[in-house]
């Protein structure tokens, strides 16, 4: 049974800094495109950061990849979201996505809330 289990969400400061882990059971991330996405409320789940199953990283847009970073550890089979500069924008669910062709697994999210 595969199951990705996201924490490390939670309230900050705008300019703050979080970061979220991405553990993986039942598959092995090395195998996978591994990817963070966002969610707000009414609105699709968007792509914040992948990280291939080759460790190419790419980012939504360069605003992202400047004050996000997305990094795995293989023997931990974790995918990790290093996020600074918060912003009160980048409030919002974040789930962490598996793929591999057309198989992908999602986790149950974790919230991020940026407020002062």
């Known amino acids: 049974q595969v199951q990705l289990v996201e924490s490390g969400g939670g309230l900050v400061q705008p300019g703050g800094s979080l970061r979220l882990s991405c553990a993986a059971s039942?598959?092995?991330?090395?195998?996978?495109?591994m990817g963070w996405y966002r969610q707000v409320p009414g609105k699709q789940r968007d792509l914040v950061a992948r990280?291939?199953?080759?460790?190419?990283?790419?980012y939504a847009d360069s605003a992202m990849q400047g004050r996000f970073t997305i990094s795995r550890d293989i023997t931990k089979n974790t995918v990790y979201l290093q996020m600074n500069s918060l912003k009160l924008e980048d409030t919002g669910v974040y789930y962490c996505?598996?793929?591999?062709?057309?198989?992908?697994?999602w986790g149950q999210g974790t919230q991020v809330t940026v407020s002062s």
């Open positions: 996505k598996a793929q591999r062709l057309w198989v992908d697994y």
């Open positions: 039942g598959i092995g991330i090395r195998s996978y495109d």
């Open positions: 990280i291939s199953s080759g460790g190419t990283t790419n």
